[in-house]
């Protein structure tokens, strides 16, 4: 049963809030002079559009090793290929590259030249999602603000391997091979800018160390973490989205106040072995309990502030600011306890 209160969400933030930097340029004066130029420095097996003409495309072409990059190009698109190797050679003359995109190739960790990356000193994104890695590559150049690595078969994170990347706002770690054992108390150290870390499954059994403290964006679904540790929030006071579902969280495993954080705004739990709605704070909008174990509901118990108060205050006091809450999948019947509209008067949708 949906019960809408009213007729839309708010949406806060969107899913790429992390990214800092525009990645498109528009070429309106171009001159057609140009064109031949152009297409005289472009690869064979790659277009060159004219209209865009720091850009070089050089996907689903079936390449297996990199061509030639001309100096001009910025952004490099070379995705949906069989290449194995990433060498020094093709970069020989692109010294201001700012975004390659190598996802869906064939790239190893032994395919990767000694050094080849930390060279390109001007690069901003590099997506290496869907090869064959084995570790996290390394020396990475030290002004990236992205890099993603997702599907992988990455085990291993070298020690330093983000230690110089001061910029970089985004890491992508998502369904690899982590364990417990790959995250030291120092592997993120360095990571100062860091907004989003995206640990999803993967083959944790504990919460990561040390978690750089400007994240805003943590996601580690589809683990086993079964306990969060007493205060652990307190070490990245700005995470504002949480997302621990398809895990083994119990209500033994969660201490009093391990939610009731003023950061959280979006707090995913679903799939996972809860019993009752865990105390969370006022500020939390969007809560997540879907797929549980949770039998019922009780709104005295769960509203962050006591309700007689909140009477009091009416609209301009501390009311809770919960928007969204889901619990089906449950064990819970309805109808929706009126205490819990009561408490939360700023919901726009239960689903139960």
């Given at each position: 049963?949906?019960?809408?209160?009213?007729?839309?969400?708010?949406?806060?933030?969107?899913?790429?809030?992390?990214?800092?930097?525009?990645?498109?340029?528009?070429?309106?004066?171009?001159?057609?002079?140009?064109?031949?130029?152009?297409?005289?420095?472009?690869?064979?097996?790659?277009?060159?559009?004219?209209?865009?003409?720091?850009?070089?495309?050089?996907?689903?072409?079936?390449?297996?090793?990199?061509?030639?990059?001309?100096?001009?190009?910025?952004?490099?698109?070379?995705?949906?290929?069989?290449?194995?190797?990433?060498?020094?050679?093709?970069?020989?003359?692109?010294?201001?590259?700012?975004?390659?995109?190598?996802?869906?190739?064939?790239?190893t960790n032994s395919g990767i030249e000694s050094g080849v990356l930390s060279k390109l000193k001007r690069l901003l994104y590099l997506f290496l999602e869907d090869n064959e890695l084995d570790e996290v590559p390394a020396p990475l150049p030290v002004g990236l603000e992205q890099l993603r690595l997702a599907r992988n078969k990455i085990s291993k994170i070298p020690e330093g391997a983000f230690s110089h990347l001061e910029n970089l706002t985004m890491l992508d770690l998502h369904q690899n091979?982590?364990?417990?054992?790959?995250?030291?108390?120092?592997?993120?150290?360095?990571?100062?800018?860091?907004?989003?870390?995206?640990?999803?499954?993967?083959?944790?059994?504990?919460?990561?160390?040390?978690?750089?403290?400007?994240?805003?964006?943590?996601?580690?679904?589809?683990?086993?973490?079964?306990?969060?540790?007493?205060?652990?929030?307190?070490?990245?006071?700005?995470?504002?989205?949480?997302r621990l579902n398809y895990n083994k969280l119990s209500d033994d495993g969660i201490p009093p106040n391990g939610f009731n954080v003023s950061s959280i705004l979006d707090l995913q739990l679903s799939h996972n072995q809860l019993t009752k709605i865990p105390p969370i704070n006022a500020h939390l909008e969007h809560l997540h309990l879907d797929h549980n174990k949770i039998k019922s509901v009780n709104g005295t118990q769960i509203c962050p502030v006591s309700i007689a108060l909140e009477e009091d205050y009416g609209y301009y006091g501390n009311i809770p600011r919960l928007r969204y809450l889901r619990l089906d999948g449950n064990e819970i019947q309805p109808p929706i306890p009126l205490d819990i509209m009561i408490c939360f008067r700023l919901l726009q949708a239960v689903v139960i």
């Amino acid at each position: 049963m949906i019960l809408k209160v009213c007729t839309s969400l708010l949406l806060l933030f969107s899913v790429n809030s992390a990214w800092t930097r525009t990645v498109r340029q528009v070429y309106d004066d171009l001159d057609p002079g140009h064109w031949s130029h152009y297409t005289s420095e472009c690869p064979q097996e790659c277009f060159c559009p004219p209209s865009f003409p720091n850009a070089l495309y050089c996907d689903n072409k079936g390449l297996k090793e990199i061509p030639p990059i001309p100096a001009r190009i910025w952004y490099l698109y070379l995705q949906n290929n069989q290449i194995e190797k990433i060498s020094e050679k093709p970069f020989a003359n692109a010294t201001h590259l700012r975004w390659i995109n190598l996802n869906k190739n064939k790239i190893t960790n032994s395919g990767i030249e000694s050094g080849v990356l930390s060279k390109l000193k001007r690069l901003l994104y590099l997506f290496l999602e869907d090869n064959e890695l084995d570790e996290v590559p390394a020396p990475l150049p030290v002004g990236l603000e992205q890099l993603r690595l997702a599907r992988n078969k990455i085990s291993k994170i070298p020690e330093g391997a983000f230690s110089h990347l001061e910029n970089l706002t985004m890491l992508d770690l998502h369904q690899n091979s982590l364990l417990d054992s790959a995250l030291q108390s120092d592997t993120f150290q360095g990571l100062n800018n860091l907004m989003q870390l995206n640990i999803a499954k993967n083959s944790l059994k504990k919460m990561p160390l040390s978690i750089p403290a400007n994240t805003l964006q943590l996601f580690l679904d589809n683990n086993s973490i079964e306990v969060i540790p007493e205060n652990y929030f307190s070490a990245i006071p700005k995470v504002t989205f949480l997302r621990l579902n398809y895990n083994k969280l119990s209500d033994d495993g969660i201490p009093p106040n391990g939610f009731n954080v003023s950061s959280i705004l979006d707090l995913q739990l679903s799939h996972n072995q809860l019993t009752k709605i865990p105390p969370i704070n006022a500020h939390l909008e969007h809560l997540h309990l879907d797929h549980n174990k949770i039998k019922s509901v009780n709104g005295t118990q769960i509203c962050p502030v006591s309700i007689a108060l909140e009477e009091d205050y009416g609209y301009y006091g501390n009311i809770p600011r919960l928007r969204y809450l889901r619990l089906d999948g449950n064990e819970i019947q309805p109808p929706i306890p009126l205490d819990i509209m009561i408490c939360f008067r700023l919901l726009q949708a239960v689903v139960i």
